[in-house]
Every structure is written in structure tokens, then in C-alpha cells.
């Protein structure tokens, strides 16, 4: 198999290298002078990859896209990480929602919804987790009771990324309260603006407030935001979580990268050829090619058949604790220098390793990716 770029590949590559060197802002890759001015750069940043064409790039043509190989989409995330800058603020947009309402929506939502994903006019978050569920999404109980043309949705998600500053929430219900597992789901598209809608950010260990809370009391959802059919939201949130870890790990797997290029220069400058640490750096980069060869996998599997796979969930697992281990181990190079604090925040490594700690659980825990990976790749019975 041949790996490298196509004649294709290679010239959309060149371009998108060319155009991040003329266009990253230096406020998006240096630390961050505060939370509402980094979010305001980010969002002009993101309307800026909408304008040049590279916010939903594979979408079709005809819903505003540009109907792109799904190949250069991977580009796409892998030069943004090797270049350390941000990816489009509406990436639960343009990865999750957008994906699931071109596959099950309307023709209305389409028009209605799409375009203003990739302009970053409207950013989304997802509405799947509750607190006595977790990540078993068929356990959740956030009821939607229909009520002439709107349901009156009432409970409790969790850390939901961007709930924050979110304009939609893609959100799993119960519409049938004496249903039980996948049957009596419905999947709505709620304003996050509406009366009855509460959002508290949560303050995570590296100081920034990324995950949510959100309540909902009484929100009325119009019936024409319901996606796909009443009571049969479970296969339409089955679409949503395929394409959460579609080509997510090209953009993984090269923002590692970059983190072990910067761990083999900390360690040239700080240790003097110990054999140890050579041993444990190289097996953080035979981690990191299997990791991208895994990609690949998910990659054909999505060419293919237009669907991914569940090699993404290995590619994320994976992910998730090799960074936990680099970034542990960066800290260790560092000695006693990594317990110091640098000005208004954490060092760079420091920072890291803090925010590494919530990568096993965010996008689906290690725990849930394992039994995935047992039941749909290796083909053991189900734990229950």
C-alpha cells in the first residue's frame, strides 16, 4: 500500500501549508491573553477558514461545501495541528451536527442550518451525556413531551463542550417516558437562546471553563426541529457519534506529534543521552506510527463506504493515553521545574499534562471506546 499523497494530495497540501504561514494570527498561537479575546480571534479565525473554502470541505456542493475527497479533509486537520493553530471554532458543528442533519434532516433544516455552521454564525454543542447515565447514551432520561406542534423538554446534560458560548445544541431525549434503552429516543435541535435554557460552565483543572452544564426546564422545541423520526432518534445519534471521530484522529495524531518533536528537543537539552529515557521516548514514537496507520485504516473504511468505522475509536483511545503518557513524561524531563508556575498560568508542558487528563474522558471514556472495540472490531459478546 502507498501511503504518500497523490499528485492531488500533494498540491492541496502545499496549498493549505501556504495559506496558514499568510494567515494564522499571532494571538492564536501564542498563550492566551484571556478567555472572551481569545474567543473573539478565534471566531474572526474560523469565519476566515469559512471564506477561503475550508469549512466543510467534503460537504456537497449543493448545502454550500465544497464537496472535497475526504483525503484532504485529513490534510486539512493535520496541517492545522502542525502549524499549532486552532481549528474552526464550529468543529461540533461541521463534525457532528452538520454531518447528521445532511444525512436525516429535512430539506428546510438543511437550508436553515448549514450554511451558518461554516460561517461560525451559529456555534453548536451536544446535548448526549447526563449525570446518573454517563456516557451510556441509552440510559439517558431528559424527557421530551409533545405538546401540539412543540415538545417541552425538561433535564440535565453534561460536559458539554462549548455550551458556553453555543447558539444550537444537538440533543438526545426520551419522548416515550415508558421506554426503555434505544427505543422512544428523539433527537431535536434546540436554541440554546430559549426561555427555560441554563448553561454553567465547569472550571476544569487547567483553570479554563471548556465543559458544561446545561438545564433545561420547560424548553419548548418546535416539531419541526425534531431530526429524523419521533422515537427514533437513536440511529440518528448512532450517525452523529460515527462522525464525531471520523478524520479527528489525522488532527490527533499530529498535534502528538508535534508534542514529541518538542519532547525529543526538551530532552536533548536537559539530559545528557540517558538510555532510559531514550527507550521511553521511541516507544511514545512507535505509538505514534501505529497510530497513524490506524488512521489510514479509518480513512479507506470511510472512502469506501461513506461511513466511518470503528477504527476511529481506536484511534482515539489511543490517542488519549499516549498524550497522558508524553506529557507525564515531559514533566518529568523537567525535574522540580515542573512543579514551578509561570506568570498568570501553567508552563507549556505543565498546562499539557493538565489539560491531558480529560482527553480518556471526553468524546466517549477509555472505558466505553474499550467495550466498542470488544464488541464491534474483535467481535466479543456484550458485558450485559
Known amino acids: ?93 461541521l463534525g457532528m451536527a ?48 409533545l405538546e401540539g406542534d412543540h415538545f417541552v423538554v425538561d433535564g440535565q446534560k453534561l460536559w458539554s463542550s462549548f455550551a458556553h458560548i453555543a447558539d444550537w445544541c444537538i440533543l438526545v431525549t426520551r419522548s416515550d417516558p415508558e421506554s426503555t434503552k434505544h427505543a422512544g429516543m428523539t433527537y431535536l435541535l434546540v436554541d440554546m437562546h430559549a426561555p427555560g435554557v441554563e448553561v454553567r460552565p465547569l472550571r476544569q483543572i487547567t483553570g479554563e471553563a471548556e465543559f458544561n452544564e446545561i438545564f433545561f426546564t420547560a424548553v419548548r422545541v418546535p416539531v419541526e426541529n425534531v431530526v429524523g423520526e419521533i422515537g427514533q432518534g437513536w440511529a440518528v445519534a448512532m450517525t452523529t457519534l460515527l462522525h464525531e471521530r471520523a478524520t479527528l484522529g489525522f488532527a490527533l495524531t499530529a498535534s502528538l506529534e508535534v508534542n ?77 521545574e515542573a512543579q514551578l508556575w509561570n506568570g498568570d498560568g501553567a508552563g507549556y508542558w505543565q498546562y499539557q499534562q493538565l489539560r491531558s487528563r480529560g482527553n480518556t474522558i471526553e468524546a466517549g471514556t477509555s472505558e466505553i471506546l474499550r467495550n466498542i472495540i470488544a464488541e464491534r472490531v474483535l467481535g466479543l459478546p456484550r458485558s450485559r
Open 98 to 145: 452538520g454531518p447528521t442533519i445532511i444525512a436525516h434532516g429535512t430539506d428546510a433544516q438543511k437550508t436553515r442550518y448549514l450554511q451558518k455552521i461554516m460561517t461560525a454564525e451559529e456555534i453548536w454543542c451536544q446535548g448526549f451525556s447526563e449525570p446518573d447515565a454517563g456516557s451510556d447514551l441509552a440510559a439517558a432520561r431528559t424527557s421530551a413531551r
Open 1 to 93: 500500500m502507498d501511503l504518500r499523497d497523490t499528485p492531488e494530495e500533494v498540491a492541496f497540501r502545499t496549498e493549505v501549508r501556504g495559506w496558514l504561514e499568510a494567515n494564522i494570527p499571532t494571538e492564536l498561537t501564542g498563550p492566551r491573553s484571556g478567555e472572551e479575546a481569545y474567543a473573539r480571534a478565534w471566531h474572526d479565525w474560523s469565519r476566515k477558514l469559512s471564506d477561503a473554502g475550508y469549512a466543510g470541505l467534503t460537504w456537497p456542493k449543493e448545502y454550500g461545501g465544497s464537496g472535497a475527497p475526504y483525503s484532504h479533509q485529513a490534510i486539512l486537520l493535520e496541517e492545522l495541528a502542525r502549524a499549532e493553530a486552532p481549528q474552526h471554532m464550529g468543529v461540533i458543528g
Open 260 to 336: 514529541l518533536r518538542k519532547l525529543i528537543t526538551l530532552a536533548r537539552e536537559r539530559t545528557e543521552g540517558d538510555p532510559i529515557l531514550r527507550d521511553r521516548i521511541a516507544r511514545e514514537w512507535i505509538e505514534l506510527q501505529a497510530l497513524r496507520l490506524t488512521n489510514y485504516r479509518a480513512l479507506t473504511q470511510l472512502i469506501k463506504t461513506g461511513m466511518p468505522g470503528p477504527e476511529g475509536s481506536v484511534s482515539k483511545l489511543q490517542w488519549s493515553e499516549a498524550n497522558q503518557r508524553l506529557t507525564k513524561l515531559a514533566l518529568e524531563v523537567l525535574g522540580p
